[in-house]
């Protein structure tokens, strides 16, 4: 396990990783369905002046995934294409932005619920978890039926295989195996981070100023130099 270092945020990285596996349109994680592409559109600034994605947009990119998280990913995707098993990344990393306004849905906001984790309790703001949804027919599909039915089973299958694990009530979700919210919470990550998951990670945890609070490791902003008079 590793603690946060202590790494400057100068601004904050909207959108990352061009070309690759879980970009653009076209590769096994992408999201070509229009709504969710990679790059969020910051529409706001938070308290400290850095930009906030729109909180309507999914991430499909795999850099601001945990290495554990994106390995497994890669393998998971492969192993169900070769089983012509048509499941796409929806939803990898979530800010905690997206998971306020999320939790807020059926709650002060009309529809249906759609979560019971706010922000920072979800393994998605941590970059641990990931939503798969069957692409059929140049759309997304969450069908149960028929055939469709053994093609959830095998991504919890081979999900398991590849060292994740899936949430009962939650049928397109998988998350990295024998991890406790709580430490990620307390900032207390897998080894392997790396700079691209970090980077993104930290850069949430800097801007977030909602409530719950943002994992105490926050590192804070360095000081802005004095400017020679
Ligand atoms: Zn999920």
């Known amino acids: ?35 969710g592409s990679g790059t969020p559109r910051p529409t706001a600034l938070s308290a400290d002046g850095g930009l906030i994605p729109d909180p309507n947009s999914r991430r499909t990119d795999l850099d601001s995934l945990h290495p554990a998280m994106r390995d497994s990913v890669v393998h998971l995707l492969t192993r169900l294409d070769a089983e012509q098993i048509p499941f796409r990344l929806f939803e990898g990393f979530r800010s905690p932005w997206r998971q306020a306004w999320l939790y807020a849905q059926g709650r002060t906001r009309s529809g249906a619920k759609v979560t019971n984790a706010e922000p920072w309790e979800s393994y998605h703001q ?5 939503d798969f949804v069957l692409w059929l027919n140049n759309q997304w599909s ?47 990550y897998p080894d392997g981070g790396d ?15 909602g409530e ?3 994992p105490a490791f926050a590192s804070p902003r360095p000081e802005m130099p004095t400017s020679p008079r």
Do not use: C
């Open 195 to 209: 700079d691209p998951w970090r980077d993104n990670l930290e850069a949430a945890v800097v801007g977030w100023t």
């Open 126 to 130: 941590h970059g641990l978890a990931a």
């Open 142 to 188: 969450w069908s149960t039926v028929g055939a469709h039915k053994r093609y959830w089973k095998r991504l919890q299958e081979i999900g398991n295989e590849v060292g994740l694990v899936p949430l009962t009530w939650e049928l397109p979700h998988l998350q990295v195996a024998d991890l406790k919210i709580a430490d990620l919470q307390r900032g207390i």
């Open 1 to 35: 396990m590793t603690q946060f270092g202590r790494r400057q945020i100068l601004y904050f990285p909207v959108g990352s990783g061009t070309g690759g596996i879980g970009s653009g349109t076209g590769g096994i994680g992408s999201g070509s369905g229009g709504v």
């Open 212 to 214: 719950p609070a943002a």
